[in-house]
Structure formats: structure tokens, C-alpha cells
């Protein structure tokens, strides 16, 4: 089945982005249908050209692919009536819905359907999200590569082919701007110390933080190795990179991570029931 009208439940932040990257990649605007209970989300929607509705069950019955766009603790009791529906349309389900197993949405459904899971993240809302993908065994060749091209629209997409993989890509990925954000802000704090403006801070820092993205997306060299070419002997940012070790920079990088896929694992395994 090709996959021509695509329809959301949920219309948040998550949601616009996607839908804001596949219309500026051509896709039509017409050929997507909106859920929310919000009126001013469903106008935004509206007034770029999408069909808009305030019942769930008109996007299980209008879509080609549904994408499950509502928070974790809601997501039962939004998809399970809509069982009936999926099962006489057989749509390809995608949840970008944090912790809930493919597994729990399948048998909420009633069974047997294609679902792609993913982990997408903020950054998707300036189109330079890195989203991990996992396709169970219902799920076509097809639809996987329609579900590729829609997170492709809004940054980088990775599939895993272990679903238990997404808690790890939680870990680097889907909470991983925050451990950016907090360090960018405290090297801001710093760099106030030392007679910077704040907005001076942000600027130099932001562009530094972008630089040094786009040489680890876009040269072969480890990163390790890039870290070392900074370095001179007994210069400045070797003096750094020393203090960043002597305090255990990896450690302390591990350990967070760490707690993060635990609690992912915690989160899954409360909201599956």
C-alpha cells in the first residue's frame, strides 16, 4: 500500500516540526489530517493548508500512516478505541510517544499491526533532529522507507533492530540535547567570569558547539582524534581538556547516561500495562 494521506494524533511541538519539514520537502499539505483538542494548534494547522479535526477516530479511518503524537500517560485511552478502526483499515501506526513499547500499542489496537517506533528530539523543531527508528515485523519495505523520508525531513534518522536499542538512543539522542544545553550554560557562566557579555557568550558558544557537529558529521576522523588536533603541547586547550580528565569527565558523561537508560527502562515498563 503506498502511503499518500498521513494524519497525527496529537498537534504539539513534535508534530509541527514534522509536519513543517515534510511541506517544505514537497510533501502536500492537503494530504495531512490533524488531531488536537486545541483550537489555536488545529488553526495553525489549518491555515497551512491541513485538515483538522478534534476526533481521533477520523484520522484512523481517513490516513494511509497515524502518527501517535500524545503524551505517554494518555496514550492507552486515546488509542484504544480507535482498536476497531486500525483493524479495519490497517494503517501504518508510528509513535513518537517516549517509553511505550510497540508491543503495548499493537495489542491496544487489536493486533497484528505494522508499527514503527522511533525517539526523535527537540532539535527537530529547527529540522536538525537525530531520531532512532524500529520497525516490527508487520511493518512493509515501503512503509519503512516512507517513515525514513518523513524523519529525514527533520534531521538525521537511524534504525535500530533491537527495540530495546531506542533506550540507548534515548540516552545519546532523544534527552541528549539537554546535557548540551547544560553544558553550553555553564560555559557561558564562565565565560561571563572572564568579562564576556552574555549574548557574546551565546554566540561564540553556539557557533562553537555547531563547528564542531558538523566536522564530526562530516569528516571520517574519530572524534578522539579531533580532540587531540586542538591540542597543542602545552597550550592552552590542552590545559583544559587536562582539567576536563583530571575531574573525570568520562565518568561523570557515563554515569548520566547511565541513569538515563535505567529510567527509560523504568518508564517502559510502568506505562506498558
Known amino acids: 500500500m503506498s502511503i499518500q494521506k498521513l494524519g497525527f494524533i496529537g498537534g504539539g511541538n513534535m508534530a509541527n516540526a514534522i509536519i513543517g519539514g515534510l511541506i517544505e520537502s514537497g510533501f502536500a499539505a492537503s494530504d495531512i489530517m490533524v488531531c488536537d483538542l486545541n483550537e489555536a494548534q488545529l488553526t495553525r494547522f489549518a491555515n497551512a493548508g491541513s485538515k483538522t479535526t478534534t476526533q481521533a477516530v477520523d484520522v484512523m479511518q481517513w490516513a494511509d500512516a497515524v502518527v501517535l503524537a500524545v503524551k505517554p500517560q494518555v496514550l492507552k485511552a486515546v488509542v484504544t478505541p480507535l482498536a476497531e478502526y486500525a483493524q479495519q483499515h490497517r494503517p501504518l501506526v508510528i509513535s513518537i ?9 499493537d495489542q491496544w489496537l487489536g493486533g497484528n499491526n505494522p508499527i514503527i517506533r522511533t525517539m526523535p528530539n527537540t532539535p527537530a523543531l529547527v529540522k536538525a533532529g537525530a531520531t532512532g527508528l524500529f520497525a516490527n515485523e508487520r511493518t512493509s519495505e515501503a512503509q519503512q522507507q ?3 523520508q518523513l524523519f529525514s ?3 538525521q534518522a537511524v534504525w535500530v533492530s533491537d527495540e530495546n536499542l531506542l533506550h540507548s538512543v534515548t540516552a545519546a539522542a532523544g534527552s541528549a540535547p539537554a546535557y548540551f544545553f547544560r553544558f553550553a550554560e555553564a560555559m557561558t557562566k564562565a565565560a561571563m567570569t572572564q568579562n564576556l557579555s552574555e549574548q557574546q557568550a551565546r554566540e561564540l558558544i553556539g557557533q562553537t558547539m555547531l563547528g564542531a557537529a558538523k566536522m564530526i558529521m562530516e569528516t571520517d576522523e574519530s572524534i578522539e582524534q579531533m580532540c587531540k588536533n586542538v591540542c597543542s603541547p602545552n597550550g592552552t586547550t590542552e590545559r583544559a581538556v587536562a582539567s576536563f580528565e583530571s575531574n573525570h569527565i568520562d565518568s561523570i558523561v557515563g554515569q548520566a547516561m547511565t541513569a538515563c537508560y535505567e529510567r527509560s527502562i523504568e518508564l517502559s515498563e510502568q506505562l506498558a500495562d
Not at 510517544?97 to 500499542?105: D, E, K, Q, R
Open 97 to 105: 510517544v517516549a517509553a511505550i513499547p510497540s508491543t503495548s500499542i
Open 146 to 148: 516512507f517513515a525514513e
Open 153 to 155: 525531513a527533520i534531521g
